[in-house]
């Protein structure tokens, strides 16, 4: 499967933006999807999840502040981010794991097979 990420922008703090996580090639049903984001001079970080069977997760540093769905029409994986900060500037991946090896999303970004290019998320204080 073939992910192809967007969304990214500049945006002030406590502003929002909705990144979006397009797939082709396959379906993304049986897949768990995750996004993660790197900021310069820092390890890759675990975002969110949503697993196969509709399960999330969320990392500490987002939780409370994003949300994330996915679109089996589309095909498609969304994740929105609000009430952003500085300290939420990385470049932002999606990933896909699957389909079916595991039964809850894995935050360890080793596990992943697929990924997208990155999309740029800077937030100005």
């Known amino acids: 499967v073939q992910l192809q990420a967007s969304g990214g922008g500049l945006v002030q703090a406590g502003g929002s933006l909705r990144l979006s996580c397009a797939a082709s090639g396959r379906t993304l049903s049986g897949y768990n999807i995750a996004w993660f984001r790197q900021a310069p001079g820092k390890e890759r970080e675990f975002v969110a999840g949503?697993?196969?069977?509709?399960?999330?997760r969320y990392g500490d540093s987002v939780k409370g502040r994003a949300t994330i769905s996915s679109d089996n029409v589309k095909n498609m994986v969304d994740l929105q981010l609000n009430s952003l900060k500085p300290e939420d500037t990385a470049a932002y991946y999606c990933?896909?794991?699957?389909?079916?090896?595991?039964?809850?999303?894995?935050?360890?970004?080793?596990?992943?097979?697929?990924w997208g290019q990155g999309t740029q998320v800077t937030v100005s204080s």
């Open positions: 949503i697993g196969w069977s509709r399960s999330t």
């Open positions: 990933a896909a794991e699957g389909p079916y090896t595991r039964p809850s999303v894995p935050i360890r970004d080793y596990d992943y097979i697929n």
